[in-house]
């Protein structure tokens, strides 16, 4: 698999190419989770209140019916970055674009099956997701009896954002192995309108708010069997390419031969990975790990000599390498670094 030399301009990190729109560009699109879709496990509040899996529900009924357009602020430590967004419904399916507004002109487009970066220098690559990936993801539900072990899931009152009235529910890690969130969920439209992603002590890490959206209705079935031509980004040259859709399901039992995984930290979980016949020449695998929120992806392949060793961290996102009897491990996601760590450390072959 081709690697990455340079990320950022100046610092060094070998992951594989499929890497590189979420590390490069490092901007918010997981943060708004359009994969959640609660399973309700309460009713309503006693002030008649959307109970929080409730209100997550709403977040995933509006990420994928609503269109939109709006400015967004994205926080990461010290580094402040403002971005366009559009978000449209064609085909069914949901079509993303960013636009930097600050710093080097940069965009990125994404799609159940491509994400497309076009980089300061007007180079353009794209690079398809997973099929397993992107199919887990949109269709999977979020346990809260798997969640409840890990994570404390509350109500946290009220708030404005963007001028609109939102209700805060918090998602909250019960250990250092996970990061937490904290969604300002819109209560007009149910989409989230402020999203924090926190560590186990409630400090945000990242933060992504909109500081104005403009709501273009819902996408009618009509309207997107009339128009299904992918959205165009905002004044960039970026496309979004679309790919062979590959079923997967979640619940479906993952066949890792000839790896294995041992000892992986409590509450995570093989969910999802290419099959073993995906690439029998390099012998090159994908798989995710998860406890039900906090994903990890885990590639491996032969080792060519300049894959990652030790670890690195791209804001929220950690990632951490080895070798292994002649191949390269790397894991990366969006969780604490000793999470994707043992990961990595996990992988091992089978006698």
Known sequence: MKQVAALGGSSLLALPLALLPALLLAL??????????????????????????????QMSKALSELEYEGTLVYLNGHELSTLRIAHRINGGQAHESLLALSGPVRAVARSRQTVTCVLPDARAISVPRHSA?????????????????????????????????TLVVGIIPKDDLRYGYRFFVDEDTGLPLKTDLMDSSATPIEQVMFTEIEFLGRASADAMAANPA?????????????????????????????????????????????????????????????????VVSVYIEPDQGYGLAGHKRVGAMNAAGRSLNGYQITAVGEAPLQTVQAIAAAVRTQP
């Open 230 to 294: 992918p959205l165009q980004p905002l004044g960039a040259a970026v496309s979004v390419t679309s790919g062979l859709a590959h079923s997967a399901s979640a619940a479906a039992p993952v066949d890792v031969a000839p790896w294995s995984f041992a000892e992986l930290p409590a509450g995570y979980a093989v969910v999802a990975g290419d099959p073993p016949a995906i690439d029998t020449e390099g012998q090159r695998r994908w798989f995710m790990v998860s406890d039900g929120l906090s």
């Open 28 to 57: 918010p699109l997981g943060l708004l989770l359009p994969w959640v879709s609660a399973a309700s496990d309460a009713g309503p509040t006693p002030d008649a209140e959307p109970a929080p899996i409730a209100l997550l529900g």
């Open 133 to 165: 990936h992107a199919a887990t993801l949109h269709s999977g539900t979020l346990d809260a009896e798997r969640l409840r072990p890990h994570y404390l899931i509350h109500r946290l009152g009220r708030s404005r954002v963007a001028g609109r009235d």
